[in-house]
């Protein structure tokens, strides 16, 4: 929320987007259809393929629709922050860095309950890399944040509503 929140303040309520055709409903649900199911899926499947058990149990179902709300509110700020017309060169590195950072400072403040987050950094950093990429790309053939934001909020909800309870638990 509180990024949301500063990307409000910052770039104001009206954010112009850099194609009408995808402000139309039906295009973007499409557009966002198909990027959360390409990024989430294929990289779910190999990632469940190849390293682990990465598919949500329906137990782990309701964290998984609370982290959506989260990781959704988060990206889309993050979307608009980093891509939206007076983005600045850089304001997507300099986000994340802040994302890792704070993660530092959790770490910092309650060392034996979070240094399971210092073994995750590479993930999320990867992800980052990954999603990031998956992002621009959509961003750059519909000229709208909603595609990537929601496709990158289903990838980290998914990794973290199935990876935290393992590792918390």
Do not use: N
């Amino acid at each position: 929320m509180l990024t949301y929140a500063l990307a409000a303040w910052a770039y104001g309520r009206q954010h112009r987007v850099t194609k009408t055709a995808a402000t139309r409903a039906l295009p973007l649900v499409l557009a966002t259809i198909a990027v959360t199911s390409y990024a989430a899926g294929v990289f779910g499947y190999a990632i469940e393929a190849t390293i682990t058990i990465y598919h949500p149990v329906p137990a782990r179902f309701p964290l998984f629709a609370v982290m959506l709300v989260g990781t959704f509110i988060y990206f889309l700020a993050s979307e608009w922050a980093t891509r939206g017309e007076g983005a600045g060169r850089g304001a997507a590195a300099a986000e994340k860095a802040g994302f890792v950072v704070s993660l530092a400072i959790a770490v910092a403040l309650d060392f034996e309950r979070l240094f399971f987050l210092i073994i995750i950094v590479p993930v999320i950093a990867l992800f980052f890399i990954i999603y990031g990429l998956f992002s621009r790309w959509s961003f750059r053939r519909t000229g709208h944040p909603v595609p990537g934001a929601v496709a990158t909020a289903v990838a980290f909800a998914w990794g973290i509503s199935v990876t935290f309870p393992m590792l918390a638990g």
